[in-house]
C-alpha cells in the first residue's frame, strides 16, 4: 500500500479551504506515490476549527500550531495563515522535520523571506521539502507558455506586459480587514497581487527582474473597523501598485497589480513579446494561450521553411486541454475545461511528486526570497518618488 503523507493545515478561511480541496482531490486524479492524509487543522477559534475540519475532511483539530509540530501523523505543514506568522510557523516546522507548503507571498519582509529561506536550506540537507504557494504556475496553459519559451518558440524576450486586477476595495464601505492592515499583510495590492504577477513573469522567461521604478497609492486611506461600532481605522498598505521593469537580458516589462479596478474580479493577464512571436494569457480564459508564432512572417526572423498568408497571419488561440498539455493527461477529454481550483491540485501533485522522489519543488523558498527582493524594491521605489531600484 502506497505510504502516507500526513498534512497539518494551519488557517482555514479562503486559502486554507482551497488547499484542503487540492489535498483531498490531487489523489484522485494522479497516481501519486504518497497518499495524502488530512491530519489535522489547526485554528485558535476551537468551535469555527472544528467546523472547518469536518466540512473539510479533516480528522483532528488543534487551536495551537506548535501542536502540530509534536504529531508522529503530520509529515507536512500546509501554511494558510496571513503573513505575519509564514516565517515563525514555516522555520518552526522545518525545523521539527515537517515539509512545508506556504502560501505567498512568502513574507512580509524581506529579512523574514531570508530566515525561511535559510531554514529551507538547512532542511534540505536533512530530506525536508519546502515550497512557495504560487498556484498560477500551475495553469495548464501558463506552464505550456514556459515550455514554449524555453523551447526558444518566441525567440529573444522584449516585452513582458503583466496586470493582477481585482475591485473589491471600490467601495469605501469596504471594513479594514488584516489584508487593508501593513503589520499583518506586509504590504497590499503589491504582495497579494503583484507577488504572483512577478513570479510568473520570471518563471515564463527563465529571467529575473533586474530592477524596477514604481508608483502606488492607497486611494481609501480610513476604513470601518469590523465590529467597531463606526470607528475607522487607517489603511496602512497599497491599494495599487504600476512599475516599469528591466530584465536581466534587456527586456522590458511593465506591471500592475490593483483591488480598485471595477468590474475586473480576478483578472490576471500576461504577455509576453519575443523576437519569434508572442503568448498572451488572460486568467478569466484560463484554458486558453494565445500564440502568434511569426515563423514564416515575411521579413521577420521566424523559423525558416515556412510561409504565412500575410492576410490570415496572427494571434491563434490554443485550447489548452489536449492530453498532452501540461497535467491534463490526469484529466477530461479534450475541450473538458479546468478551473481555477485545478491550480491548487496540481501544486499538490507536483510537491507531492518531488518529497516522494527525494528532489527540490519549485517554486522554492529561495524563489519566494527572490520575489520578496522585487518587491521591496518597487515600494522603496515608490517611496522616493519612482527612482530606479536594482534589485
Ligand atoms: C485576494 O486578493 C486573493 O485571494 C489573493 O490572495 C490570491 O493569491 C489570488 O489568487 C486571488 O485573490
Not at 493582477?164 to 503589491?190: C, I, M
Not at 502568434?292 to 515556412?306: M, N, V
Not at 478551473?339 to 522554492?364: C, K, M, N, Y
Amino acid at each position: 500500500m502506497t505510504e502516507s503523507l500526513g498534512v497539518g493545515l494551519v488557517g482555514y478561511a479562503f486559502m486554507g479551504a482551497a488547499h484542503s480541496q487540492a489535498w483531498r482531490t490531487a489523489p484522485h486524479a494522479f497516481d501519486l506515490p504518497l497518499r495524502p492524509v488530512l491530519a489535522a487543522l489547526c485554528g485558535r477559534d476551537q468551535a469555527a476549527a472544528e467546523a472547518a475540519a469536518r466540512r473539510y475532511g479533516f480528522a483532528a483539530v488543534e487551536t495551537d500550531w506548535h501542536a502540530l509540530l509534536d504529531r508522529d501523523d503530520v509529515q507536512l505543514i500546509d501554511v494558510c495563515t496571513p503573513g505575519d506568522s509564514h516565517a515563525e510557523i514555516s522555520v518552526a516546522a522545518l525545523e521539527a522535520g515537517k515539509h512545508v507548503l506556504c502560501e505567498k507571498p512568502l513574507a512580509n519582509t524581506v529579512a523574514e523571506a531570508e530566515a525561511m529561506a535559510a531554514a529551507a536550506g538547512r532542511a534540505q540537507a536533512r530530506g525536508v521539502r519546502s515550497m512557495v504557494g504560487f498556484n498560477y504556475r500551475r495553469v495548464p496553459a501558463l506552464a505550456l507558455a514556459r515550455d514554449l519559451i524555453a523551447g526558444g518558440r518566441v525567440g529573444e524576450i522584449r516585452h513582458v506586459r503583466a496586470s493582477y486586477l481585482q475591485d473589491w476595495l471600490a467601495d469605501p464601505a469596504f471594513p479594514l480587514t488584516w489584508r487593508l492592515q501593513k503589520e499583518h499583510a506586509g504590504s497590499g495590492a503589491l504582495g497579494d497581487l503583484g507577488a504572483h504577477v512577478v513570479d510568473l513573469a520570471q518563471y515564463l522567461t527563465g529571467q529575473l527582474i533586474a530592477g524596477v521604478s514604481g508608483v502606488a497609492a492607497t486611494f481609501v486611506p480610513e476604513r470601518p473597523v469590523p465590529g467597531g461600532e463606526g470607528r475607522t481605522g487607517p489603511v496602512t498598505v497599497d491599494d495599487a501598485v504600476a512599475f516599469t521593469a528591466r530584465l536581466e537580458t534587456g527586456a522590458l516589462a511593465t506591471f500592475e497589480a490593483t483591488r480598485f479596478a471595477s468590474g475586473r474580479k480576478n483578472a490576471l493577464r500576461i504577455e509576453v513579446n519575443g523576437s519569434r512571436g508572442s503568448l498572451a494569457f488572460d486568467l478569466e480564459r484560463l484554458n486558453e494561450l494565445e500564440f502568434c508564432d511569426t515563423a514564416g512572417f515575411p521579413g521577420t526572423t521566424g523559423f525558416p521553411g515556412t510561409t504565412a498568408d500575410p492576410l490570415t497571419q496572427g494571434f491563434r488561440r490554443i485550447l489548452v486541454t489536449e492530453p498532452g498539455h501540461p497535467y491534463l493527461s490526469a484529466w477530461w477529454p479534450p475541450g473538458h475545461v479546468l478551473g481555477w481550483e485545478h491550480t491548487f491540485t496540481h501544486e499538490v501533485r507536483d510537491l507531492v511528486t518531488a518529497i516522494a522522489q527525494g528532489t527540490d519543488p519549485e517554486p522554492s523558498f529561495a524563489d519566494g526570497l527572490q520575489v520578496q527582493h522585487v518587491l521591496d524594491a518597487v515600494a522603496a521605489s515608490a517611496a522616493q518618488d519612482s527612482r530606479w531600484t536594482p534589485v
